[in-house]
Nanobody, 128 residues
Framework: PVHLVESGGGSVQAGGSLRLSCTIS????????MGWFRQTPGKEREGVAG???????SYADFVKGRFTVSVDSAKTTLYLQMNNLKPEDTAMYYC??????????????????????WGQGTQVTVSS
């Protein structure tokens, strides 16, 4: 099984920044789709940003222009740079990885159903 561990969450004020990391136990080489999702109590998990091995990226409308997804050269660490954070960004953030599929799958409706390997999550809290 693939193990994913998220880190980098915390508490910040509105307008602040955080960088989330997701360490992946195996490299998917040139055949992957990786994504960040978030969830708040009582709500469905939603796709935030994705990246695929063709260099494609995707972003949910509510984070465009503020968040940037990237992956390291070894393809074992996924990042999410979050700038200009808003209170509504408060959530548990999860990373996920699968074999290749277009990055847009991450932010599609029910996109989480395309992924089978998940981390335990890291909490992000943004205060106003």
């Amino acid at each position: 099984p693939v193990h994913l561990v998220e880190s980098g969450g915390g508490s910040v004020q509105a307008g602040g920044s955080l960088r989330l990391s997701c360490t992946i136990s195996v490299s998917f080489g040139n055949d992957y789709c990786m994504g960040w999702f978030r969830q708040t109590p009582g709500k469905e998990r939603e796709g935030v940003a994705g990246i695929d091995s063709n260099g494609g990226t995707s972003y949910a409308d509510f984070v465009k222009g503020r968040f940037t997804v990237s992956v390291d050269s070894a393809k074992t660490t996924l990042y999410l740079q979050m700038n200009n954070l808003k209170p509504e960004d408060t959530a548990m953030y999860y990373c996920a990885v699968e074999g290749f599929r277009p990055a847009k799958v991450v932010v599609a409706v029910n996109g989480e159903n395309a992924f089978g390997d998940w981390g335990q999550g890291t909490q992000v809290t943004v205060s106003s």
